[in-house]
């Protein structure tokens, strides 16, 4: 199973970045899917998540209401559109797939089986 995220780059705070994950050698259908990010001299932490049935979403406390995680299963793509960005949302960001289907799971890293390479977003104050 292979991971490629796209969409990070450089934006002033309070700006918007849509995020892309595409999948591929999997069942898409099949996979919890999330985001996490690592910042400089921190460890990865989870962002948002979204269920592989119902599409029942996730969040990080700090993110929500400025994060929108989706999937499009027919396209084996996961997204995340984070708006009113700040310095703080500064890291490398990563796609994963989460095979076990338990939900308790799904905002634990060492429970996704499959990662991407990340994309790194940046938010200059």
């Not at 292979?2 to 849509?18: D, K, T």
């Amino acid at each position: 199973v292979q991971l490629q995220a796209s969409g990070g780059g450089l934006v002033q705070a309070g700006g918007s970045l849509s995020l892309s994950c595409a999948v591929s050698g999997g069942t898409f259908s099949r996979y919890d899917m999330g985001w996490f990010r690592q910042a400089p001299g921190k460890e990865r932490e989870f962002v948002a998540a979204i269920r592989r049935y119902g599409g029942h979403t996730y969040y990080k406390d700090s993110v929500k209401g400025r994060f929108t995680i989706s999937r499009a299963n027919a396209e084996n793509t996961v997204y995340l559109q984070m708006n009113n960005l700040k310095p703080e949302d500064t890291a490398v960001y990563y796609c994963a797939a989460n095979p076990d289907g338990i939900l308790s799971s799904i905002r634990q890293s060492g429970d996704y089986d499959y990662w991407g390479k990340g994309t790194q977003v940046t938010v200059s104050s």
